[in-house]
Structure formats: C-alpha cells, structure tokens
C-alpha cells in the first residue's frame, strides 16, 4: 500500500491548489458532496457559494478578468451545467481560463439513467477548448494539469472535466505531479519586424483597432507608444469590454459602433487597419453593406491564429505576443522613420486633438451637463453623476446596454484591469461578475451598472456579495422593460405595440429584494437626491450598497 495515499476529492482540491487556485466558486448537490465534504481539510481553499450555476460561472469569470489568474468553479450535474452555459458563452468570448466541473454519477449508474444524468462531456463541449471525464483516479492529475495548461495557453479559453462520484471517493496512492506553463510571450523575427515596419510606414493614413490582447498581454503601454510614434487615430474593437486602450491618449478616438454603414464611413478614410488583438469588426444585427471598405489592407498581430483572416484577407498575420511585439517593432519603427516619421507623427497628432477621446468627452460632458434631468431621471445625466461622483480608482462593471451608451465616452480606462463590460450579449452576466471582481480586489472599490432586465436574470448574486460583506455598489438603472428590444421592434419593423417586454403588473421592486437578501438599498426618483445617494454608497465598507434608479424609459 502506498503511502502518500489520498482521495479523490482531497486530490482534486490540492490540484487546484497546486495550479494556484485560491477560491473555488460553486453551487453544491448530491454528487458534489465528496467535493464538500473534503473542504474542511483545505481551509485555504475559499468556497465561495452562488444560488444559480450561471452566477456561480459568472463569478467565477469576473474573478479571472480582473486578475488574468486561472480560476475553477463546481457546479450540479445536467441540469446544473445547463444552467451555467449561458454563463459559459461569455467565458468563451473573453477566453477566460477557467476550469468548470461538474459531479456525475458514479461509473456504471449512469447506464440506468438515475435522475440528474445525462453524458456531460458533449453537453460542455460546443464552448470549452477541451472537455473530459476522469475515469481513473489515477488519471486525475494528468487531466488536471493538462486542462490547466490547456486553459492558461493563448488563446485562453475554458475547459471541462467531469467528476464521477465514485472517482471522488475512491482513495489510492497517486503523485500529485507539477504544473506546466507555456511561455507564448514571443516577439516576431527580425526580417518580419523589417517588414511590418516598411508596409506601416508606406501608408499614408493607416488606423489601429485595439483589442483584449492589449489586456492580457499587459500592453497598454506599448500599444500608446506604438500608436504615439506613429501618430495614426485608434479606435477600440466594435464589442469594448475591456480596458483596450488608455482612453485619456491624444490618439484614442473612442470605439467603433456595431453599426455597418457607420463603421465603414469612418475606416474608408484609411489606407492600412493594424489590428492589435482584436476582433475584426464584429457586429450584432445584418445589414446590407459590408462594415469594412472593399481593398482596405490589414495587418494583425496576436495569438489568436483563429481571428487571423477569419472574415477578411489579411496582408500580413504575425502570430506573435501583443506586448512583446511592440516592444520590438515600435523603435524599428522609431529608426526607420528617423526625423521625418517624428514630424509627421506630431501633424496627425495636432489633427486629431479636436476630435479625440478627450475632446469628444469634454463636449459630451458640457451636452448633458446643459439638458440635466427630471423626473423620471434621465440615463445619460445619471451616467455622468456617476462618473464624476466615482473614486479614481474604481473599478467598473457594466451591464446597462442602452442606459450606459455613454459610460465609456465618459469614463476612461486608466488600467487594464478597471473596466469590464459584457463581451458575448447574452445578459444576466454582471450582476455576478462583479462579485468576483471586487473578491479578487478587495481593497479597490467596485461598481456595478446594470439594466434592470439584465439584473433579473441573476439577481441573487446579491446574497452571495452580502454573505461576504462585499463593500461593492450596485446601480439598477430602472427602466421598467426591455428598452432595447422596443427600440429594435420600432427600429426594424415600425411596431410600437411592445409586448412581453414591460415590467408591469406588478413592477419590480429592487429596493425591496435587495434588502431582503441583506444588501442595504435605497430608491431615487428625484435627481436631486442622486450625488448624495452616490457618495454615501462609495463611502460605506461594512458591505454591499444597491441604489435603484427610476429612470426615464422612452425610446
């Protein structure tokens, strides 16, 4: 007999532990007891309890967008996977590297079809990189650190292992093994540097699209310089969930809309689209004209070979580390350019300086600032309270699609961790996702903005910030429906007759569910009462505040 003798469910929280996981999000049943049953012997393994498998994901999520850190969460079997998948689209879009498992029934049981069961692997597999079942304790912590490795290596994504109950409870003598990490952080060859830098500086008027590899490659700087040197308008990727780019840079132009025929009248003034970790224009709604200018030339650098000319030819493809490329290309850029390029950065400069970021949001300040609000508030004006009422160093989680329009062009990002929006357009993700991210920075302030649609999907991600007495602020902006769908009927097909899209009969009281789940709460109606509301919220770190604004619901 062996003597490091372990089991299955012990090894499985050590694992995690060995892969530099801190808490474990999850929502228990039957077949995750073993998992609970073995956490009071791993008491530097945070549980941290969701209500719902989507919140518990969505946490989960939030937690390693704000870190960049490998994450693990638990959930319940078929049904409870089920629930977690809309959760699940979003980590796909963001590539965030998340182990999620699932209990199952034991090996064999499965083939009588108890309740609850149903083959898990393929159910995950549509939005994981890899998916498996351990079958073998003696297989676990291979699979581990294979699905660790997998989830960490660009493009990150998430990944699935099934947990059978009787590999769970099963104890044998095993070797825990060590983790394997894959350092992507390359840079080009010289001769393709040479050669980016010759078709960059051959353009008369090129444009860069930043996107989230700027945030995982902690590029943020670099990006500013490569774009400084060359003096060329930057604008963030048409879905800006991220901290793309440093928005206060005489540069930065804001981001592109999802709107085709206003996309491609701004790039047809352009003769080369460098594309820095983005996606290339992706859009919501079809529409008949094309977002990108026909012959418009595209270079891409990143790691995510599968965006790489995905929907438009790309000239040149660097498969290569955000970062690390720019510091490597900016000063052959800087050389090659010499004196000529320096002048000439500072002339696109000096002709971008009354209508960047800076200047655009100074005019859009001044613009709402002058119309102010009645009754019901107005979404644009409360907006702007809120950034101004806003500590420096908060970090902001946003969900509020029509009412929050504005939030970015009001907001800048400082730092690639202080701005998260939703990345896929399936709602319900922020309410939980700011759970997360204000675990993983405790000591920051967090702020939640999100649609009062959007928050019903999972509004008990209230308790779970309650129960850890998260000093996080949360804003219902309260339109009483789905505005953005009785924009689009009218928008699309000249019908106002909104049906299933009001909260009416009864309305939703926010105020009282919050409270109800210990979260101090709070109406405004009056816009008077708004600054005061704010600051009294930010101020206070004895828990979760959640401030619900009536908010005016014309389209």
Known sequence: MAANQISGRSAFLTLLKAQGVSHLFGNPGTTELPIMHALKDHPDLTYVMGMHEAIVVAMADGYSRATGELVACN???APGL???????????????????????QELGHGLTEPLLYDPL?????????????????????????RAAKIALTPPTGPVFLSLPGDILNHKTGIEIGSITRIDTRNRPSREALAS????????????????????????????ADFAITLGVPVYQQTVPYGSHFLSEKPCFMGALSRNQRQVRSILEAFDLMIVLGADVLRMSVWDDVDPMPAD??????????WEMGKNYPTEIAIGSDICETLRALTPVLKETGGTALGMLAKERLKALSNKNWSTKRT????????????IPINPDWLMLQITEALPSNTIIVNEGLTAARFLNDLWPYRERHDYHGLASGGIGWGMGAAVGVQLAHPRRPVCAIIGDGSSMYSIQALWTAANHKLPMTYIIVNNGGYRIIKQRLVAFHQNDNFIGMDFKNPEVDFTALAMSMGVE???????????EALESAFANKKGPNLIEVMCDSSL
């Open 121 to 145: 692997v393929p159910m995950a597999q549509p939005l994981v990189k890899w998916a498996t079942e351990i079958t073998r304790l003696e297989d676990m912590p291979r699979i581990i650190h």
């Open 75 to 77: 959930v319940h079997v």
């Open 296 to 305: 418009l030339p595209i270079i891409q650098i990143g790691l995510n070979d």
């Open 196 to 223: 980016v830098a010759e078709r960059i500086l051959r353009a008369e008027n090129p444009v860069v699209i930043c996107g989230n590899e700027i945030v995982t490659s902690n590029a943020l700087i670099e990006a």
């Open 521 to 531: 709460a709070r109406r405004i109606e009056d816009p008077s009462d708004l600054r």
């Open 82 to 104: 089920g629930n977690a998948m809309g959760s699940l689209y979003n980590c796909k879009f963001t590539g965030t590297p998340l182990i999620i498992t699932a209990g199952q």
């Open 363 to 374: 005019k859009l300040t001044h613009r709402i600032s002058n119309e102010g609000s009645g």
